[in-house]
């Protein structure tokens, strides 16, 4: 009993690290849309392109449901009121607001600059060519990879030493926050380093996802990841359309879009993340982990 129960532990402690590794193998993706995608448009168009990514989706379907072992689960029996009931249990648990806002604007902002208004940035603001802005956006694919595997490692390893995952987490978004502070403000010294640590510390948010699933029961740990992720990117959409609107408040200039909407739309965004971090520094009564509920819900 006391060797599953350490076992189990130990499990949880890797849940960072495990988080880190499947999501360093998702910004392979991001790194394979930049300078790669722009070489492939020179021997075919989009259509192309399209085509191979849906072979590669087929093949990488194919070799998962070939080579990766089927575990039957341990307990089917939960019904429909019990899962619901378990679902409000986390909307209603003060562990998970306290971590889940600084993670939703963080990982909002992040989603929404480098997925769609990193590119026109370095268009407007930073002045680069569409060649050289996708070599820069492919640095900040790799810094992504590289920060999900690198901070999964040492919130894994900051664990062994009682340091919780949420607590890099916060550390890693404060640094971030400074960075799109810089982007923000519009300077363009050092454009590429200034981006790779957007790269880099724009993955912190997601160590949030390994801290709120310690924080409830394991049999929760799915629900717990879903109730963020649907916040995340409703949060994100919301971001990407926001930002847009504001830019597109001033009118298009001769290059794109005028850098004053640059400015407001990555301040508004900033003060948001600002805001996030100041509810989590927020002093509160120390609580332990959720209970877990009647019915396994």
Not at 272 to 282: D, N, S
């Amino acid at each position: 009993m006391l060797d599953g129960g350490v076992s189990g532990l130990r499990a949880r402690e890797k849940l960072p690290l495990v988080n880190g590794i499947q999501l360093a193998a998702g910004g392979l993706g991001a790194l394979a849309a930049t300078a790669p995608v722009e070489a492939a448009l020179h021997v075919t168009d989009w259509r192309g392109v399209f085509q191979g990514l849906a072979g590669v989706t087929v093949l990488a379907a194919a070799l998962i449901g070939t080579l990766v072992p089927r575990r039957q689960p341990a307990d089917r029996g939960v019904d429909l009121r019990a899962q619901l009931r378990g679902l409000g249990g986390i909307f209603g648990s003060r562990a998970f607001w306290r971590i889940a806002p600084i993670a939703i604007v963080s990982q909002a902002t992040y989603l929404a600059v480098q997925g769609l208004w990193a590119g026109p940035w370095l268009r407007d603001v930073g002045g680069l060519e569409r060649g050289e802005a996708s070599v820069v956006l492919l640095l900040v694919a790799a810094a992504m990879t590289a920060g999900y595997l690198l901070l999964g490692v040492a919130a894994e390893r900051l664990g062994r030493r009682g340091v919780p995952a949420d607590v890099l987490s916060a550390a890693g978004m404060a640094v971030y926050a400074g960075v799109q502070a810089i982007l923000a403000a519009g300077w363009t010294g050092a454009l590429s380093a200034v981006w790779i640590l957007y790269g880099f510390f724009g993955t912190s948010g997601v160590v949030c996802y390994a801290a709120l699933t310690q924080a409830f029961p394991a049999h929760l740990a799915g629900r717990v990841n879903t109730a963020l992720n649907l916040l995340v990117f409703v949060a994100a959409f919301a971001a990407q359309w926001g930002l847009g609107a504001i830019i597109g408040l001033w009118p298009p200039v001769r290059t794109g879009y005028d850098q004053a909407g640059y400015r407001v739309g990555f301040g508004v965004l900033l003060v948001l993340q600002i805001a996030g971090l100041v509810w989590y520094l927020l002093p509160r009564p120390v609580a332990g982990r959720m209970a877990p509920l009647r019915g396994r819900g």
